[in-house]
């Protein structure tokens, strides 16, 4: 198998079905050597020092809580020693698909098992501290939070992204350290860590005539914006002059406003510039999961899910 060597920068896809992971027998007796194989020595530890810049909302007094891990379930979940569930906030651990692209290394396929396994070596014999995003816990009861190590300050959610193990997925309720974990995610992808080695983890073409393979998946899409439109609160950024066959992107000014969309509360969208006409001719990324409509449709719930990659044309 080809060694894998770290390297510089960028940024991309991850591919996700709403549902369960593959199955994980005798993964934690192999998980060592293939990451071995497939990274090289793990990455130092990744960005520590910047998630005090993030970690809790500005005017926040709310201190990080220390708790023990009891339980990993998975590679952004795992469960703490008082029985609380606690789901890693900004990222997402990518799931495999029978019929995505072979990667010709089927030794190598079953990420989800080996982020499973490194989150469980970060955090062994350490306690941790909590950073909670939001005050009550999720549909699935499950509190979404930031970690950090207690004793070296080690953020798991960047180790993580570090080694390509995990993707960043931000949220309505997260997305204050999205920018911090995307700057990582693209040096992970860069070097070509972990998902980012594998085929089934490409970037998307806005232009790809076969999108519609992807829909229901949480991908990276990237291309120029062609044009814009408008449909009440619902602006477009159009990748294409026909809208039946051609992907665009919904962005809801209502959503990033929180419901509350006037003049005096102007949704993110609007105040961070991406309604303006002027994105035309530019190029960006744009990261969610990709919904019939068109030549297929993302539409974002944060900015934080959009990266413009060249200026003004």
């Known amino acids: 198998m080809m060694r894998l060597r770290p390297a510089p920068v960028a940024t991309t896809l991850a ?18 050597l293939i990451a071995a194989a497939l ?23 709310v201190a990080a809580e220390p708790a023990a ?10 469960s703490l020693g008082d029985g609380r569930v606690v789901r890693l906030a900004g990222i997402s651990t990518p799931r495999m698909h029978d019929d995505a692209p072979a990667s010709g290394e089927p030794e190598a396929a079953d990420f989800t098992a080996l982020a499973k396994q490194t989150l469980a070596d970060i955090v062994a014999g350490h306690q941790i501290k909590l950073y909670p995003v939001s005050a009550e816990p999720d549909r699935h009861g499950r509190i979404r939070a930031r970690l950090t190590r ?3 300050g080690l953020w798991l959610e960047a180790e993580l992204v570090a080694r390509g193990l995990t993707r960043v997925e931000p949220g309505p309720d997260d997305y204050a350290c ?28 806005a232009t790809d005539p076969h999108l519609d393979r992807w829909i229901g998946r949480y991908v990276l899409i990237e291309g120029t914006v062609v044009s814009t439109g408008q449909s009440g ?17 919904q962005l809801d000014d209502k959503v990033s406003a929180g419901g509350r969309r006037d003049r005096k509360h102007p949704g993110r969208f609007a105040v961070e510039g991406f309604l303006s006409k002027e994105s035309v001719g ?4 744009v990261r969610g999961v990709l919904t019939l409509g068109g030549g297929g449709l ?10 413009w990659l060249s200026t003004k044309p």
């Open 15 to 32: 591919l996700r079905r709403r549902g369960d992971g593959p199955p994980m027998s005798g993964w934690t007796r192999v998980a060592p």
């Open 39 to 61: 990274f090289g020595p793990p990455p130092s530890p990744a960005a520590a020092e910047t998630i005090d810049a993030c970690a809790l909302p500005a005017g926040a007094t």
């Open 69 to 78: 891990v009891a339980v990993i379930l998975s590679g952004d979940t795992l």
């Open 150 to 152: 207690a004793d070296d």
């Open 178 to 205: 999205a920018r911090h974990l995307e700057a990582i995610e693209a040096q992970a992808r860069q070097a070509k860590r972990g998902v980012w080695a594998d085929p089934r983890f490409q970037v998307l073409s």
């Open 233 to 249: 609160s619902r602006h477009y950024l159009n990748f294409g002059t026909d809208f039946r066959r051609d992907f665009a992107v």
């Open 282 to 285: 530019r190029i960006l990324r």
């Open 298 to 307: 993302i539409r974002p719930s944060v900015p934080e899910e959009i990266e």
